[in-house]
């Protein structure tokens, strides 16, 4: 049965988007069966896996609110293995309109139950809210993987993502659990790099992933060109630190 992660963080610019479509690059490139669904309405996972939004006829919108099947939105990205749901525009308004919906938090778990057993991993990179497309994504996850960025405030708001998983888990989704917590855009030559990674190590403990992701511009360039970072430059360190987590992750099962 695959796993079903959320990566979420309410802050945007964390590296949610970078992770989920570079973690899921790494899990394909060790032959692991991938789907990255992209439940944010800019996209970014979408066209950083080479989809095209402007020719996307149906997306995660669809299956959300018109019950169009998750299987008939499914499309191939440019790494081998993994495949994406794409999200466009036509997701902003899915906020508002799920609010009427009937199981509103718990669309997305039921569109995603014929395919569990199809992937082993299937990764859902989530919106800088904490809305319901956020709680959809974690009623429907197996676990929660934050990205926190090496960065001022990296712990503020923090509280209020535990608070609502600790309300998933109450009313949804009982069996949520926290997959870990990643250390982001680190750069070893800052003093306020290395306080964060103590600070959160601190709150965090043994739920912080060893490898760290620096700061590296072949990360922030890569989506310009539709490639996940090891098609644009394998050699380059953040292929390299995202395939070191792929590995950390796949050990966790
Ligand atoms: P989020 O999805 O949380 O909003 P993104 O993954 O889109 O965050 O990252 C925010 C910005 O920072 C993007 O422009 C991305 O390319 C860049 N970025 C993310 N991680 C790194 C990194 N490790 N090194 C350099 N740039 C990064
Ligand atoms: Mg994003």
Redesign the pocket.
């Known amino acids: 049965m695959g796993k079903v992660i959320a990566i979420a ?1 309410q ?9 989920s479509v570079n973690l899921g690059a790494s899990l394909s490139s060790l032959e692991k069966k991938v789907l990255l669904l992209d439940i ?1 309405p800019q996209g ?1 996972a979408t066209s950083g896996v080479g989809i095209e939004k402007d020719r996307v006829e149906q997306c995660i919108y669809d299956v959300l609110i018109d019950d169009v099947e998750l299987a008939d939105v499914i499309k191939p990205t440019t790494a081998e293995g993994m495949y994406s749901v794409p999200a466009t525009i036509a997701l902003a308004g899915a906020e508002i309109e799920l609010v009427s919906a009937s199981s509103r938090e718990k669309r997305l778990e039921k569109a995603l139950e014929p395919l569990r057993d199809s992937f082993d991993y299937i990764l859902i ?1 989530c919106p ?1 809210s904490l809305g319901l497309l956020t709680i959809n994504a974690l009623t429907a996850a197996d676990s929660v993987l934050i ?1 926190v960025q090496c960065e001022y405030y990296a712990l503020e708001g923090l509280n209020q993502l535990l608070n609502t998983v600790s309300l998933v888990q109450k009313h949804l989704n009982k069996d949520l659990y926290i997959e870990g917590v990643l250390l ?2 680190f750069d070893a030559r800052t003093n306020l790099s290395i306080q964060v990674v103590e600070e959160v190590k601190k709150y965090f403990r043994d739920k912080v992933y060893q490898t760290i ?5 072949r ?2 360039e890569a ?1 310009s060109h539709g490639k996940p970072v090891m098609l644009y430059d394998a050699r380059s360190r ?1 292929a390299e630190v995202y395939l070191d987590f792929a590995k950390e992750v796949a050990v966790h099962g």
Do not use: A, E, F, Q
Request: aromatic share 0%; net charge positive; hydrophobic share 20%.
């Open positions: 963080n802050k945007g610019g964390v590296g949610k988007t970078t992770t944010d970014n990179d800088p990205p982001t855009m992701i620096p700061r590296n511009v990360l922030s989506p953040g």
